[in-house]
């Protein structure tokens, strides 16, 4: 017998007030009374705790203190609407239960359940939508009947059922005799065959009909199953459309994830400080020179000599008395190919302090290969012992350290042809051989370099200046084919240096370096330093520009995520909500959302991380592997969290209550 006592309800008005009844094991009882008396509110809070409701409940004279427990070996709850999972097939709502009671059902089992509904030929496939309102409530009870529940409650089982569907009930109800039926309703017919009539008057069960001895009790001897809800296994009910609802999160996830990957790599170049950019060097030399002709593109010291002309005395005066000025010097290179054709790179050797020797050869055809620089007092990095100093790329790419000894033959300048008709001189070279020790490998934040040249050897000017001189006319020019050409036309003259670099002070730096190019339209400037500035600036703004871009595009992503999953939630309500029914614990349920939650994140991260690898080897870039990394994690994690809030946002939502008009 279930016996509930001193039921308490009160909303705005009391509902029941220190109420009792009884349900006799196998009897039908009917619980009748006006509209709003209750009736429902009653039959759901045998389900379901509320704050605003009290009441004792005892079962075979035992006090019910776990009712979700209760609900879920004893009770089958149908309502009004006949609500099934919309997340489950006919098929799935049986093997849905039976995992729960941890056993498997076959296809001809339910058959058996349905047809003692009076429920044949029923397409299991199907969602339980297809079926009228009054075969869906058949279909609850055959379920309660599968989970061999021994207390159906039925909610106006005959609402909204045509005088067939009815009868049909009616035939239903009376065929199960070892259950114990509780139910509210109108219909005549209906409480015809109920053994007990309840009715609600003065918020109290008043008894209208009890029969409960003529009807035939049976003795409950069947095992109670303990149903068991795994959140793990429930992810699998899901409707083709919640799939794709689920699927298409990820694909917008994944989408906001790959937009970042470029966007994070911009952020590194806006943000990486290239040593060059601080280093004293860059900041005070400035590159000179007086040009013949046109300039085609950006002046490239030393590489662009061919068309440098003489600069007249006044005009390096004048240049030298700018602010901030602190000298002009001459400046020139020894490469290690012939830089009037690109061809005959020489061979490079590095000998070791244990006497090993590696040879290196450089391509010919471009200008990335060593050469000779001159160094100036003014540079910070002299250490005023005359040494040999090579730059971090030299020491780097030919695995040179200090105490080293490098060889190589070097072409310097003998010749040059100057003709009238042509801005562009010819140069003549001679081979000259040197073996220098290295006295030090310098720091990229110290040395200097020129947009065509990293890997270089640095000799004091003076030692510059005598190799220079120590050309003469004996020396055996490389007669090149330009070489040839043009002294059929002209005579040769000794070579001049016509490049220049200013040392100023770098506060000056980029004054001096706008004044000269007012100065003249023929004289070329060139600043590291300055380049990099450039670089800086339009790197900056590149990032800005993409991360606004890249915003737009995941902001319209974040939206249609969020819609993706406030459908979804919302689909999910009424699911939700009959779960708690079935007497699911609420916390079940969230570790089921959660499972869910940490699926959706697992797939999203672990593609996006997939992602980051790929387009890190795309870059050819890993060493910011942990930066790609975490910022993958925290987006996925943003979006995790995204998903959560508005989860939590749709359950906690009231949900209205539907009643079928009667
Ligand atoms: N969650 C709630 N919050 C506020 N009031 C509620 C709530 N649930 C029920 N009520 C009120 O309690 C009263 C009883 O409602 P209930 O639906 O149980 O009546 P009923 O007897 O089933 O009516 P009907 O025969 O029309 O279905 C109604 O006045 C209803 O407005």
């Known amino acids: 017998m279930l016996e509930v006592k001193n039921i308490n309800i009160s909303f705005q008005r009391n509902i029941f007030n220190n109420a009792n009844i009884k349900f006799y094991d196998s009897c039908i009882h009917a619980i009748v009374g006006k509209s709003g008396s209750g009736k429902t509110t009653f039959l759901r809070s045998i389900i379901q705790d509320s704050s605003r409701v009290q009441m004792e409940i005892s079962y075979n004279e035992e006090v019910i203190s776990e009712k979700d427990e209760f609900v879920r070996k004893h009770i089958g709850y149908v309502d009004q609407l006949g609500s ?36 044949h030929h029923v397409n299991i496939k199907k969602s339980p939508s297809v079926l009228s309102i009054g075969e869906r409530k058949r279909f609850l009870i055959a379920l309660s009947l599968y989970c061999d529940k021994d207390i159906i409650i039925l909610d106006e089982p ?20 070892d259950k114990t039926i509780i139910l509210t309703t109108h219909t005549q017919e209906i409480l015809e065959i109920c053994d007990v009539v309840y009715r609600i008057e003065n918020q109290q069960f008043e008894c209208e009909k009890n029969d409960n001895d003529k009807s035939k009790k049976e003795n409950k001897t069947h095992e109670i199953k303990n149903y068991r809800f795994s ?3 429930y992810f699998q009910y899901k409707t083709p459309i919640q799939w794709i609802q689920l699927i298409g999160m990820i694909v917008i996830s994944v989408f906001i994830l790959a937009q970042s990957l ?18 004293q060097s860059s900041k005070e030399m400035i590159f000179l020179r007086n040009r013949s002709g046109q300039l085609y593109f950006m002046y490239d010291p030393i590489m662009d000599c061919y068309n440098s002309k003489p600069f007249a005395r006044q005009e390096l005066d004048k240049i030298e008395q700018l602010e901030g000025v602190k000298t002009i010097e001459k400046i020139d290179m020894f490469p290690l190919f012939n830089p009037s054709t690109y061809e005959n790179c020489e061979k490079f050797e590095v000998i070791d302090e244990k006497g090993n020797m590696q040879t290196y050869e450089f391509d010919s055809y471009g200008s990335r290969a060593p050469a000779i620089y001159p160094y100036y007092k003014y540079n910070s990095f002299n250490d005023g012992d005359n040494g040999i100093y090579i730059s971090s790329m030299l020491s780097k790419m030919c695995d040179i350290q200090e105490g080293d000894m490098i060889k190589a033959k070097w072409y310097i300048p003998k010749n040059q042809y100057i003709r009238n008709d042509n801005p562009y001189r010819v140069i ?13 490998v310098l720091k990229p934040e110290e040395e200097y370099t020129t947009p065509s040249h990293d890997m270089i050897v640095y000799i004091p000017y003076s030692m510059y200046n005598e190799i220079l001189n120590s050309i003469n006319q004996d020396d055996k020019e490389i007669m090149s084919s330009n070489v040839i050409r043009a002294s059929e036309k002209v005579d040769p003259v000794p070579y001049t240096v016509d490049e220049y670099v200013i040392f100023v002070d770098e506060d000056y730096a980029s004054d001096v370096y706008n004044a000269i190019l007012e100065m003249d339209d023929s004289y070329d400037v060139y600043s ?23 915003g737009g595009i995941c902001g319209i992503g974040i939206i249609a995520f969020i819609t993706i999953q406030y459908f979804l939630m919302k689909s999910r309500k009424e699911e939700i909500e ?21 699926v959706y994140f697992i797939v999203t ?58």
Do not use: W
């Open 84 to 119: 099934y999972f919309p997340n489950m097939s006919i098929k799935q709502h049986f093997s849905f239960y039976a995992k729960m009671k941890g056993e498997k059902i076959s296809v001809h089992d339910i058959n058996e359940f349905l047809s003692r509904v009076n429920l």
């Open 158 to 177: 005959t609402a909204s059922l045509d005088k067939k569907n009815i009868a049909l009930l009616k035939e239903v109800l009376l065929s199960l005799k």
């Open 231 to 233: 959140p793990i296994k």
């Open 262 to 279: 470029p966007l994070i790599q911009s952020f590194l170049i806006a943000n990486t400080i290239n040593p060059q950019v601080t280093n």
């Open 428 to 440: 003549s070279y001679v081979l000259k051989e040197f073996e220098f020790k290295v006295t030090k």
């Open 528 to 550: 590291t330093y300055m380049s990099y500035l450039d670089i800086d600036a339009m790197q900056r703004e590149a990032f800005q520009t993409k991360l606004i871009s890249t």
């Open 578 to 598: 009959l779960l708690r029914n079935n007497g699911i614990k609420r916390k079940q349920i969230y570790q089921s959302i959660l499972f869910e939650n940490g």
């Open 605 to 662: 991260c672990g593609i996006g991380l997939l992602l980051s690898y790929l387009y890190q080897s795309y870059i050819e870039d890993f060493t910011n592997v942990l930066l790609f990394s975490g910022v993958i994690i925290v987006i996925s994690f943003v979006l995790l969290c995204v998903n959560v809030i508005v989860s939590q946002f749709i359950l906690k939502k009231k949900k209205r209550v539907r009643k079928v008009k009667l």
